[in-house]
Every structure is written in structure tokens, then in C-alpha cells.
């Protein structure tokens, strides 16, 4: 059993900057793969990033590629997603997610999910 808790959102002008966290209990963090997903208002849950076990590997949505940056500690037993040039369209709730073994960007492939964060970016 894996227990994720989110923290780090907030409301952000358009182009600042916000860096979520996510803690896990356990020990075995560093057996999962650890993926950020969002959900807006009205819209369907999506994919923004994953990071491998070693955090060696990282693949991002297409429309965050090059701002977000998707970190973990394995040590801390923590992830990260640091987000610059926030945009509006990035408002959302940013939940944590983990999965065991190989990596996915489906989220049906995930076994344990955060509570979830509210990210605000106002224009």
C-alpha cells in the first residue's frame, strides 16, 4: 500500500512559477514508476508527465514539454513538478499517481493516486 499526499498549488499570475510535491509512505517508493496528472473543470483527467524509478527517464505532454520538469527523491521518497511560464489553460487540479513496474502515461495503468492539488494560473 502506497499513500501519495500532494502539496504546493496555489494561484500564480500567467508566465510565474509553481513546484509541486508529492510524498509517499512506504519503502518501496523507488519501485514505482511516478506520474503528475491534471483535471480542469468540465474536462477529462490528463496526463502532464511520468519520471522512471531512477529518475532517469522522464516523458512530458506535449504542451507542457519544456516548461514542466518532472523530478523525483528517492531518498525523500518524494516527486516533483516544477512548473514555469504558467498559463491559464494550466489551471487544474495536479494529483500524483504511482505505478509499479514499467511506465505509462494511461492513468488506468496507475495503482495509487494522491488527493489532488489545486493549481490557479490567472491572466
Known amino acids: 500500500q502506497v499513500q501519495l499526499v500532494e502539496s504546493g498549488g496555489g494561484l500564480v499570475q500567467a508566465g510565474g512559477s509553481l513546484r509541486l510535491s508529492c510524498t509517499a509512505s512506504?519503502?518501496?517508493?523507488?519501485?514505482?514508476?511516478m506520474g503528475w496528472f491534471r483535471q480542469a473543470p468540465g474536462k477529462e483527467r490528463e496526463f502532464v508527465a511520468w519520471?522512471?524509478?531512477?529518475?532517469?527517464?522522464?516523458t512530458y505532454k506535449a504542451s507542457v514539454k519544456g516548461r514542466f520538469t518532472i523530478s523525483r527523491d528517492n531518498v525523500k521518497n518524494t516527486v516533483y513538478l516544477q512548473m514555469n511560464s504558467l498559463k491559464p489553460e494550466d489551471t487544474a487540479v495536479y494529483t500524483c499517481a504511482a505505478k509499479y513496474g514499467g511506465y505509462s502515461d494511461s492513468g488506468s495503468q496507475y495503482d495509487y493516486w494522491g488527493q489532488g492539488t489545486q493549481v490557479t494560473v490567472s491572466s
Open positions: 519520471v522512471n524509478w531512477s529518475g532517469s527517464s522522464t
Open positions: 512506504g519503502r518501496t517508493f523507488s519501485s514505482y514508476t
